[in-house]
């Protein structure tokens, strides 16, 4: 039903369904073709369940950009709706945008940015999730900070998309160490450990 690129397999499938069918086929994502490891990966995230819902979607490339809605001939244009300059995929969105690069810009340390750039995306994911080593100017547990900057960053382009102004840039990444933080103590209250962050 899919091809090796996790997208339908329209010259097996097209042969055997109605013209009808194909496209109610065409408006829903494919199944994903991947592995448990990206789960479990996610399952040990210390953040919120909401947070680690969202990394879901993430990894299975369930978040409605512009790209999809284009895909599925729902828009006129698959270009960002924050910046206008580039089409608007989970990658752009949440890494190359040019508001999200200031937010990561006031995360990581600088001589590691080229890493964080250099990447494949699903790569980039994972590695962050591991904590490369030095790689945020924060005491916090980066892959904690990460996965809820990621959240902030998606919440923000909904709100810019959908009423017209959201929070981005340096005060973006501050409220998402914060978040962090608070969610990282409470943990640590409710398991009764000591707290992550002073
Ligand atoms: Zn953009």
């Known amino acids: 039903m899919v ?114 750039d250099s990447l494949p995306f699903d790569t980039w994911l994972l590695q962050c999730f591991n904590s490369i080593a030095g790689i945020g100017v924060d005491n916090v547990i980066w892959s904690t900070q990460f996965a809820m900057t990621c959240w902030l960053i998606w919440k923000a382009h909904c709100t810019i998309v959908f009423d017209g102004a959201g929070l981005y840039g340096v005060g973006l990444a501050r409220y998402g160490r914060i978040l962090a933080a608070e969610f990282a103590d409470t943990h640590a209250c409710r398991t009764g450990g000591k707290p992550h962050y002073s």
Not at 17 to 23: A, F, G, S
Not at 24 to 52: D, E, F, H, N
Not at 78 to 98: F, K, M, Q, Y
Request: charged letters at 25%; hydrophobic letters at 40%.
């Open 3 to 116: 091809d090796e690129s996790g997208e339908w397999d329209w010259c097996r499938i097209s042969p055997w369904l109605p013209k009808e069918t194909l496209e109610k086929i065409a408006t829903m994502l494919p199944p994903w073709q991947g592995t448990g490891s990206y789960w479990c990966q996610i399952w040990r995230l210390s953040v919120p369940q909401c947070v680690r819902v969202f990394i879901w979607l993430v990894f299975h490339r369930r978040l409605l950009t512009n790209a999809e809605r284009g895909r599925r001939n729902l828009v006129d244009s698959d270009r960002c709706s924050v910046c206008n300059t580039g089409t608007e995929s989970i990658e752009h969105a949440l890494r190359l945008c040019p508001q999200v690069r200031q937010v990561w810009e006031a995360m990581i340390a600088s001589d590691k940015l080229s890493v964080f």
